[in-house]
């Protein structure tokens, strides 16, 4: 059976999740496990065994390799054989619903036939994290499953049941009825830099446990795609289909991340693989053992990056921290007072780099917790106090709406918003400004990323309702950069527009 690949494109490349595995299930990371947590397992604290020597090691003290490394680790990584069942549609015949036929054949002949089930089987690999049997995977790996089985390094197999899942991130928690069993102690990866060592554990391809050695390539990586959440740590360490849910370790032996991804142009690896940090693991096994499933700190915002250029149109001196494009009205961050075009500089007196990192700390945060802010707003930084609430799971909202990187104005043509127009956008009732008619494929503004059907609803921060303001608010602007705020499918986006030239 081939081995299935989880795609997402980034430009030329392809986006392969390695965490998809030999005969697994497509798009397995995006389904649901309906009924399959095992509630006897929840609501209980877990011993996870934390390193206590996370020191610079002495590469002099491998002389005949790293075999002293990897091999005490080998035994804690398993592989994991999941089973879902899955229903085909049978294949609808053409003249089903020919009178001609039907006169002849009568109505036997439009009967449709039954699906058909099938069995679909994956391979992955999974982590012992405590002795009686907790294993940490990736959620994909076993999403969907009707049976899932555990195989150790010593050839024992076991029976596994799902304490809990968090396809946000793509943990899974499983349980397996056993005890003595050896276990990989948490590191801190906090502490990992670029250029460290370490080693990836897992079956690729189902062929058997096997190491292969890196060093880690980048720190709090958003790749934007593969999951929700994203801080992964990034590696050249040799990951493939069938690594999903394996081990990454450090020079001491210890976990450092649950390898997730690769991207990759053929399938295979190329040196770009991506591994879930521990600490941020850690915070969402915790939770599903507790709990069976995450709950999240939640404040009410879609927000994207500020680059140097947005930075200088408000005002900034330079680019980072996550720009509000829009407030949930009633939410949290409504009802503490920010506002749309404020720019989250300081989460808890620590820098926000962009807005995934904001993401991941307030879902890091409990419901009621207070999340202490600096934001800048015209010119001037203020501190604003969150009182956060529960995520809410059947919300979708992205994390970062899409943005663009302006350039002037030319070539780009808008008409007044009308209650029509407004209503076959999917608009509320009641938006205003300008829509955008036509776009100059070739234009500065096209490459900003201004498309048609685009609301412009600000010019430089103040309100347009119509072509006349609009017009007005661009005059003597011609060789200046321009800062338009968008209504895209009901979610709004600050762009910055600059001269040609």
């Given at each position: 059976m081939?081995?299935?690949?989880?795609?997402?494109?980034?430009?030329?490349?392809?986006?392969?999740?390695?965490?998809?595995?030999?005969?697994g299930?497509?798009?397995?990371?995006?389904?649901?496990?309906?009924?399959?947590?095992?509630?006897?397992?929840?609501?209980?604290?877990?011993?996870?065994?934390?390193?206590?020597?996370?020191?610079?090691?002495?590469?002099?003290?491998?002389?005949?390799?790293?075999?002293?490394?990897?091999?005490?680790?080998?035994?804690?990584?398993?592989?994991?054989?999941?089973?879902?069942?899955?229903?085909?549609?049978?294949?609808?015949?053409?003249?089903?619903?020919?009178?001609?036929?039907?006169?002849?054949?009568?109505?036997?002949?439009?009967?449709?036939?039954?699906?058909?089930?099938?069995?679909?089987?994956?391979l992955?690999s999974?982590?012992?994290?405590?002795?009686?049997?907790?294993?940490v995977?990736?959620?994909?790996?076993?999403?969907?499953?009707?049976?899932?089985?555990?195989?150790?390094?010593s050839r024992?197999?076991?029976?596994?049941?799902?304490?809990?899942?968090?396809?946000?991130?793509?943990?899974?928690?499983?349980?397996?009825?056993?005890?003595?069993?050896?276990?990989?102690?948490?590191?801190?990866?906090?502490?990992?830099?670029?250029g460290?060592?370490?080693?990836?554990?897992?079956?690729?391809?189902?062929?058997?446990?096997?190491?292969?050695?890196g060093?880690?390539?980048?720190?709090?990586?958003?790749?934007?795609?593969?999951?929700?959440?994203?801080?992964f740590?990034?590696?050249?360490?040799?990951?493939?289909?069938?690594?999903?849910?394996?081990?990454?370790?450090?020079?001491?032996?210890?976990?450092?991340?649950?390898?997730?991804?690769?991207?990759?142009?053929?399938?295979?690896?190329?040196?770009?693989?991506?591994?879930?940090?521990?600490?941020?693991?850690?915070?969402?096994?915790e939770?599903?053992?507790?709990?069976?499933?995450?709950?999240?700190?939640?404040?009410?915002?879609?927000?994207?990056?500020?680059?140097?250029?947005?930075?200088?149109?408000?005002?900034?001196?330079?680019?980072?921290?996550?720009l509000?494009?829009?407030?949930?009205?009633?939410?949290?961050?409504?009802?503490?007072?920010?506002?749309?075009?404020?720019?989250?500089?300081?989460?808890?007196?620590?820098?926000?780099?962009?807005?995934?990192?904001?993401?991941?700390?307030?879902?890091?945060?409990?419901?009621?917790?207070?999340?202490?802010?600096?934001?800048?707003?015209?010119?001037?930084?203020?501190?604003?106090?969150?009182?956060?609430?529960?995520?809410?799971?059947?919300?979708?909202?992205?994390?970062?709406?899409?943005?663009?990187?302006?350039?002037?104005l030319?070539?780009?043509?808008?008409?007044?918003?009308?209650?029509?127009?407004?209503?076959?956008?999917?608009?509320?009732?009641?938006?205003?400004?300008?829509?955008?008619?036509?776009?100059?494929?070739?234009?500065?503004?096209?490459?900003?990323g201004?498309?048609?059907?685009?609301?412009?609803?600000?010019?430089?921060?103040?309100?347009?309702?119509?072509?006349?303001?609009?017009?007005?608010?661009?005059?003597?602007?011609?060789?200046q950069?321009?800062?338009l705020?968008?209504?895209?499918?009901?979610?709004?986006?600050?762009?910055?527009?600059?001269?040609?030239?």
């Amino acid at each position: 059976m081939n081995a299935p690949t989880r795609k997402f494109p980034i430009w030329p490349i392809v986006l392969v999740a390695a965490v998809l595995v030999f005969g697994g299930f497509v798009r397995a990371g995006m389904l649901h496990l309906p009924g399959f947590h095992a509630a006897t397992a929840q609501g209980q604290q877990i011993p996870l065994r934390i390193a206590n020597d996370n020191s610079p090691v002495s590469l002099g003290d491998f002389k005949n390799g790293f075999a002293s490394v990897i091999d005490p680790a080998l035994p804690a990584v398993v592989n994991i054989s999941s089973t879902k069942v899955v229903k085909q549609q049978a294949v609808q015949n053409p003249f089903l619903n020919d009178p001609f036929f039907r006169q002849f054949f009568g109505n036997q002949f439009g009967q449709q036939q039954q699906p058909q089930t099938e069995r679909e089987e994956s391979l992955g690999s999974g982590v012992i994290i405590t002795a009686d049997g907790y294993i940490v995977t990736n959620n994909h790996v076993v999403a969907g499953a009707s049976d899932i089985e555990v195989f150790t390094q010593s050839r024992k197999k076991y029976k596994a049941q799902v304490v809990g899942t968090d396809p946000r991130t793509d943990i899974a928690l499983l349980k397996v009825d056993a005890g003595g069993l050896p276990t990989l102690a948490f590191d801190d990866s906090s502490k990992l830099k670029v250029g460290d060592l370490v080693f990836a554990i897992g079956d690729p391809f189902g062929i058997g446990e096997t190491a292969t050695m890196g060093i880690v390539s980048a720190t709090g990586r958003a790749v934007g795609g593969i999951e929700h959440y994203e801080n992964f740590i990034q590696t050249d360490a040799a990951i493939n289909p069938g690594n999903s849910g394996g081990a990454l370790i450090d020079t001491h032996g210890n976990l450092v991340g649950i390898n997730t991804a690769i991207i990759s142009g053929g399938g295979g690896n190329e040196g770009v693989g991506f591994a879930i940090p521990v600490d941020m693991a850690r915070e969402i096994i915790e939770q599903l053992a507790e709990h069976g499933k995450v709950i999240r700190g939640y404040m009410g915002v879609h927000i994207q990056s500020v680059s140097p250029d947005m930075a200088k149109a408000f005002g900034l001196s330079q680019g980072g921290g996550a720009l509000i494009g829009d407030v949930t009205p009633g939410g949290p961050a409504a009802k503490a007072g920010l506002q749309r075009g404020d720019i989250i500089l300081e989460l808890n007196d620590t820098t926000i780099s962009g807005p995934d990192d904001l993401s991941v700390r307030i879902s890091e945060m409990a419901p009621g917790s207070v999340a202490h802010l600096k934001v800048y707003r015209d010119g001037h930084t203020q501190e604003v106090d969150v009182t956060l609430g529960t995520y809410p799971e059947e919300n979708n909202q992205p994390g970062a709406p899409e943005q663009g990187e302006g350039a002037a104005l030319q070539g780009l043509h808008v008409q007044n918003l009308t209650p029509d127009i407004t209503q076959q956008l999917g608009l509320p009732s009641g938006t205003s400004g300008v829509v955008v008619t036509d776009v100059d494929p070739s234009s500065p503004a096209a490459a900003a990323g201004v498309q048609h059907g685009d609301v412009i609803e600000e010019v430089d921060r103040k309100a347009v309702h119509n072509v006349e303001e609009f017009r007005q608010a661009l005059q003597g602007r011609a060789k200046q950069p321009v800062l338009l705020l968008i209504n895209r499918g009901g979610n709004s986006v600050f762009v910055v527009v600059e001269p040609q030239g």
